[in-house]
């Protein structure tokens, strides 16, 4: 076949990778890129004729797509309005709203005796950024947490107990479910235990996860 998109007819098709690899990043970039497929992929069916197998293959690769929009909109985007305005960046190339979703997670949030809060955030270079009181004090080397189960840290000449902003409640729901993952994941709390560096995109535990539900 000679058709840009023929290889979606295939049982292990480019878009069905996509949509299992796309899972690996962030919900926010997964949206903006099923969008444009989705948008890529409606150009075609609309420039098929009204019958045959192609377009019919064509219009069931849309439906995928659209669901796998709805499906991550229901659980990392809460409120209507800016549902709606994600289905418009889907189906009419309008702007996608602006989101505040957490890009780089805490893999250590610490509080010292003083009161002090520390966060270690990971940084482009694959380095850490050391946050202590929402400053920047220093940076410290990408092997600091290699294998790190503690629960404490000292750093900056402080002690650092670890500590998570999520409520109980998520924090319940999340060790319910890892206890025993063979229902759904509580999606309601995605939001909260990512931004809290406690899950991945995909509800894994981070090893601050694994932490945090091992000291509580």
Avoid: C
Avoid at 80 to 104: F, I, Q, T
Wanted: proline residues 7%.
């Amino acid at each position: 076949m000679s058709k840009p998109w023929a290889n979606l007819l295939l049982g292990n098709s480019y878009l069905e990778a996509k949509l299992t690899m796309t899972t690996t990043k962030h919900p926010i970039d997964q949206l903006q890129e099923i969008a444009a497929d989705f948008r890529h992929l409606r150009g075609e069916y609309r420039h098929e004729g009204e019958e045959g197998s192609w377009r019919r293959h064509l219009g069931a690769r849309l439906d995928e797509l659209e669901q796998q929009f709805e499906t991550l909109l229901s659980r990392w985007v809460p409120d209507e309005e800016p549902r709606n305005a994600w289905r418009r960046h889907l189906h009419d190339g309008g702007p996608p709203p602006a989101d505040d979703l957490e890009r780089v997670p805490p893999v250590f949030m610490g509080r010292s005796e003083t009161g002090s809060q520390i966060e270690i955030r990971s940084s482009a270079d694959g380095d850490y950024n050391l946050i202590v009181d929402r400053d920047k004090v220093g940076r410290a080397p990408g092997t600091l947490l290699e294998d790190y189960q503690a629960a404490h840290i000292h750093l900056v000449d402080q002690d650092w107990v670890e500590v998570t902003q999520s409520p109980e409640p998520a924090l319940k729901a999340l060790r319910q479910y890892t206890a025993a993952p063979s229902g759904e994941p509580p999606w309601q709390w995605a939001r909260t235990l990512l931004s809290d560096g406690l899950i991945d995109v995909n509800f894994g535990l981070t090893p601050r996860g694994r932490r945090v539900l091992k000291s509580g």
